[in-house]
């Protein structure tokens, strides 16, 4: 199938017929494209390298034209010659006890196939833009207001209350979800609708049973009573579900759209209330910079190793991380000055009822 993601025209396969179904399921949001094939993502059952160059260090392999990246029990390489390829393999694990247990105390409650939405956007839709210089990446829930067309990023760092402001305004306040984790823009100031399940937290859904009751409408006893015993062993903070946007949403953004405010969220031990505060745009590039540098290390480490091995080998590499973050500066940069910036402080342990009706007034 051929999807339009991130302006992007994505050709996906998968060898194992029940693991495409997955696929399809989470792709159901997107649009079909019947453009040019710019990316070609196989999900393939066993990978097989060849001129492998270099094995250092020993979760990652080096070839001329890409690397070979993995994430403990899944493998993904990425290459780039005439258009960006990129074959992953998914660990399928037996029925066993053992399996069981691994999912039971997984945070979403699935097993490592049930992840296929995660591994798809996180390590490669995301992951993409890391080989195209016209787009660039920020660590953001997004949505527009339906009947101005204004639209709101809302960063940080996990935890401030991204996902809560989202299902706020989404839900409550009429918006319409662009993106819940990730957000890609362009140096036009474009958003792309990032259309990954967005995960639910309990904390989202304390006093609020309408939203429980749908994240568990098509679950069975099994699924419920890991959650309330997660919930009650771990905290509210370790234990989520995902949910198809169209699900819980009334409007799903398909297409790009004009940003038009960005609030950097923060919480700190100094500050009594909530305060806003509008900052440069130098500010919020160098900001949002460093906290997606942090949020995908676990790639980003990869095209270090491969720099390195090409280097050892004298080799031209096919991703240099440094040219990466000097593009996006510079998207971040022509976009910020043409948006609204703010950075949220917001106190640790502030009332989350009264954090929320401060900004459905402001929304």
């Known amino acids: 199938m051929l999807y339009k993601i991130f302006g992007t025209t ?13 696929i399809r399921k989470e792709m159901e949001c997107y649009p079909l494209s019947e453009e ?6 196989n999900f393939v059952n066993k990978i097989t390298l060849t001129d492998v160059y270099s094995n250092s260090p020993s979760i990652h392999s080096s070839f001329r034209e890409g690397f070979l990246a993995s994430y403990g029990k899944n493998r993904i390489i990425y290459s780039k010659k005439d258009i960006l390829k990129i074959d992953v393999e998914i660990s399928k694990r037996t029925n066993t006890f053992k399996d069981k247990l691994v999912k039971f105390i997984n945070i979403g409650f699935k097993n490592n196939i049930e992840e296929v939405g995660a591994i798809l956007h996180e390590l490669v839709f995301v992951v993409m833009n ?16 339906r009947k101005t067309e204004k639209v709101i990023l809302f960063g940080g760092t996990g935890g401030v209350g991204k996902t809560s402001l989202e299902l706020l305004l989404c839900r409550k306040l009429g918006y319409s979800f662009i993106s819940d984790d990730i957000a890609v823009i362009d140096k036009d100031c474009n958003i792309y609708p990032n259309l ?34 997660l919930k009650k062993l771990r905290g509210l903070n370790k234990v989520r579900r995902s949910i198809s946007p169209s699900k819980i ?11 038009d405010e960005y609030y950097i969220l923060s919480r700190n031990n100094l500050s009594t209330n909530i305060e806003i505060e509008e900052i440069s745009a130098n500010e919020a590039s160098i900001m949002t910079l460093k906290i997606i540098q942090n949020e995908y290390h676990a790639f980003t480490q990869h095209i270090v190793w491969h720099e390195y091995n090409a280097m050892l080998l004298k080799n031209n590499p096919i991703l240099v991380l440094e040219d990466i973050h ?3 500066l510079d998207i971040y940069q022509e976009v910020f ?4 910036c703010f950075n949220i402080k ?17 929304f």
Do not use: C
Not at 10 to 22: M, R, Y
Not at 337 to 340: D, G, S, T, V
């Open 130 to 145: 890391y080989f195209f210089i016209n787009k660039a990446l920020i660590h953001a829930s997004s949505m527009k207001n």
């Open 337 to 340: 000055k043409n948006i609204k």
């Open 346 to 362: 917001i106190p640790i342990n502030f009332d989350q009822k009264e954090f929320l009706r401060i900004f459905q007034e402001r």
């Open 36 to 41: 040019a094939i710019e990316v070609e993502v």
């Open 196 to 229: 990954a399940h967005p995960k639910i937290y309990a904390y989202n859904v304390e006093g609020n049973a309408d939203l429980e009751n749908l994240l568990f409408s098509d679950k069975n006893y099994y699924d419920k009573f890991q959650w309330k015993v």
């Open 326 to 328: 000097k593009n996006w």
């Open 249 to 259: 949403y009334q409007s799903v953004e398909k297409d790009r759209n004009m940003m």
């Open 10 to 22: 994505v050709s996906i396969t998968s060898e194992n017929k029940d693991l495409g179904l997955l």
